[in-house]
């Protein structure tokens, strides 16, 4: 059997596999209007859930136009401060980290000391076609400052009510990041699991080290998706290498892939092993990642500084980052008058009121340099 046909057996597996673990359907209530009881279960007990339909057509045209954008704006290079059409390029004027680039179909952290060493072994890097750019950008950090449509997916009512349910109604902000994964470019991202701040922690739990949701622009398939470990953010230790090296191959047993449909959003748990390979399909996925933690894990906390400079988050940091929470809700109010708006309970238990207006987007440019990343 050769290794292409040893993967695309690997992949049908995995999809089969991830329809039958039970961790997907719409975002349910129970009477009380709570977060139904049964997608908490499925979330603890697999480390990631799969919420169906909950970004609808106008949102994802929204989503998609300003990804346009974004990709219109990109640096013509890596370095350039202009971008294709000699206009001023995105970012050239950021100071915090942005913009993440690639070799196409590589693997540009793993087996490397970037982010602490989270990502142990190096995925398989296929040739891309003789055509293809250099290099291309993969990751971007900070989206919510070059997108409405992202800030407003942020607010989506349904998903801060999960975070609520799974971090407590005083949840507060992680980050937020756009994947790029272009049909035959995309970079892979090696097994890894996220956090570094709490693994020592005599107070450690499943849960210490918060959530990401993943919302879809164009879906994800076993190809181009997550991949994620189940059950592995139960676990204080992990030898990622060890696991590979008993595969003889990245291709980890057990491991499951998060499959959606335009619309859909993921939810994952940080301490999940996790991970994607390069994507050789013919399908995009453009992944709308943003992460929120306890704030018992981060009050006070020396920060793990992946995101930004290491530094203590104390009380008014976390209200500094969490105005974001503020203006998402109030941007989605204005693009969707009819939705019932979400109610954050540490700005409504303090009176304060956030408005989506002229002078509250001129405090986005570098508002990641404010992250909360342990």
């Given at each position: 059997?050769?290794?292409?046909?040893?993967?695309?057996?690997?992949?049908?597996?995995?999809?089969?596999?991830?329809?039958?673990?039970g961790n997907r359907g719409p975002v349910r209530r129970d009477a009380s209007g709570a977060i139904h009881p049964d997608i908490l279960e499925a979330y603890w007990r697999c480390g990631f859930y799969v919420f169906e339909d909950v970004l609808g057509a106008?949102?994802?045209?929204?989503?998609?136009?300003?990804?346009?954008?974004?990709?219109?704006?990109l640096p013509s290079k890596q370095g350039s401060p202009v971008d294709a059409k000699g206009r001023p390029a995105l970012t050239v004027d950021c100071e915090a980290p942005t913009l993440f680039w690639s070799k196409p179909l590589a693997d540009p952290m793993?087996?490397?000391?970037?982010?602490?060493?989270?990502?142990?072994?190096?995925?398989?890097?296929?040739?891309?076609?003789?055509?293809?750019?250099?290099?291309?950008?993969?990751?971007?950090?900070?989206?919510?400052?070059?997108?409405?449509?992202?800030?407003?997916?942020?607010?989506?009512?349904?998903?801060?009510?999960?975070?609520?349910?799974?971090?407590?109604?005083?949840?507060?902000?992680?980050?937020?990041?756009?994947?790029?994964?272009?049909?035959?470019?995309?970079?892979?991202?090696?097994?890894?699991?996220?956090?570094?701040?709490?693994?020592?922690?005599?107070?450690?739990?499943?849960?210490?080290?918060?959530?990401?949701?993943?919302?879809?622009?164009?879906?994800?398939?076993?190809?181009?998706?997550?991949?994620?470990?189940?059950?592995?953010?139960?676990?204080?230790?992990?030898?990622?290498?060890?696991?590979?090296?008993?595969?003889?191959?990245?291709?980890?047993?057990?491991?499951?892939?998060?499959?959606?449909?335009?619309?859909?959003?993921?939810?994952?748990?940080?301490?999940?092993?996790?991970?994607?390979?390069?994507?050789?399909?013919?399908?995009?996925?453009?992944?709308?990642?943003?992460?929120?933690?306890?704030?018992?894990?981060?009050?006070?906390?020396?920060?793990?500084?992946?995101?930004?400079?290491?530094?203590?988050?104390?009380?008014?940091?976390?209200?500094?980052?969490?105005?974001?929470?503020?203006?998402?809700?109030?941007?989605?109010?204005?693009?969707?008058?009819?939705?019932?708006?979400?109610?954050?309970?540490?700005?409504?238990?303090?009176?304060?009121?956030?408005?989506?207006?002229?002078?509250?987007?001129?405090?986005?440019?570098?508002?990641?340099?404010?992250?909360?990343?342990?």
């Open positions: 059997m050769t290794d292409d046909s040893a993967m695309r057996d690997y992949l049908q597996a995995g999809e089969k596999k991830a329809y039958e673990i106008d949102e994802l045209a929204d989503i998609e136009a300003d990804l346009k954008n974004i990709l219109d704006r793993g087996g490397t000391e970037l982010a602490y060493g989270r990502h142990p072994v190096k995925m398989n890097e296929p040739a891309p076609a003789a055509d293809a750019p250099d290099e291309i950008v993969y990751l971007i950090l900070g989206p919510m400052q070059f997108s409405e449509a992202h800030l407003r997916a942020y607010g989506h009512p349904d998903l801060l009510a999960v975070a609520a349910a799974i971090n407590g109604e005083d949840f507060v902000p992680f980050n937020e990041a756009l994947f790029i994964k272009e049909p035959g470019l995309g970079a892979s991202v090696a097994w890894h699991r996220d956090g570094v701040t709490h693994y020592d922690n005599p107070d450690w739990d499943e849960g210490i080290h918060g959530f990401n949701f993943m919302g879809q622009l164009y879906g994800c398939t076993p190809a181009n998706g997550v991949w994620v470990v189940p059950g592995s953010h139960k676990l204080q230790s992990v030898d990622i290498k060890a696991m590979v090296d008993e595969a003889s191959s990245e291709r980890l047993p057990g491991a499951v892939p998060i499959i959606c449909k335009p619309g859909d959003v993921a939810i994952t748990n940080r301490q999940a092993v996790h991970g994607s390979f390069a994507n050789t399909s013919q399908d995009w996925r453009v992944t709308v990642n943003f992460g929120f933690h306890r704030r018992s894990s981060v009050l006070d906390v020396q920060g793990g500084g992946v995101h930004n400079a290491p530094a203590i988050y104390d009380a008014d940091r976390i209200k500094q980052r969490a105005r974001l929470i503020g203006y998402a809700i109030d941007a989605r109010r204005q693009r969707f008058p009819k939705e019932t708006g979400y109610v954050y309970a540490p700005h409504a238990q303090a009176g304060e009121r956030y408005s989506w207006d002229d002078a509250a987007k001129a405090t986005m440019k570098d508002y990641n340099l404010q992250d909360l990343s342990i």
